[in-house]
């Protein structure tokens, strides 16, 4: 089996930084794509930024130009790096790995705990 395991967040002022990482382990796999997504009380999850496994990245409007995600291969490691954080950035920030792991026919998703970041204005 495979685990998907988030670290990261917490309490930043309007402004300030945070990172967030998602840790892939477990049996044999490969990742194919990883996603951040967010979902603030109230409303739907939303994807924010994912990364695929040519390397093309994308993100939503709302965090253009200040969030980064990137991803370490050799590590099973992805990272949304969050600058400029703004108010309406508070949710819970999801991981989910598309992983190929061996034996399996299809490739699956797999999601992370979930981390709380919260924004002060």
């Known amino acids: 089996q495979v685990q998907v395991v988030q670290s990261g967040g917490g309490l930043v002022q309007a402004g300030g930084s945070l990172r967030l990482s998602c840790v892939v382990s477990?049996?044999?796999?490969?990742?194919?794509?990883i996603g951040w997504y967010r979902q603030a009380p109230g409303k739907q999850r939303e994807l924010v930024a994912h990364?695929?496994?040519?390397?093309?990245?994308n993100y939503a409007d709302s965090v253009k130009g200040r969030f980064t995600i990137s991803r370490d291969n050799a590590k099973n490691t992805g990272y949304l790096q969050m600058n400029s954080l703004k108010a309406e950035d508070t949710a819970v920030y999801y991981c989910?790995?598309?992983?190929?792991?061996?034996?399996?026919?299809?490739?699956?998703?797999?999601w992370g705990q979930g981390t709380q970041v919260t924004v002060s204005s």
């Open positions: 990364s695929s496994s040519d390397g093309t990245t």
């Open positions: 989910k790995a598309n992983i190929k792991i061996m034996g399996w026919v299809r490739p699956s998703d797999h």
């Open positions: 477990g049996s044999t796999f490969s990742i194919n794509s």
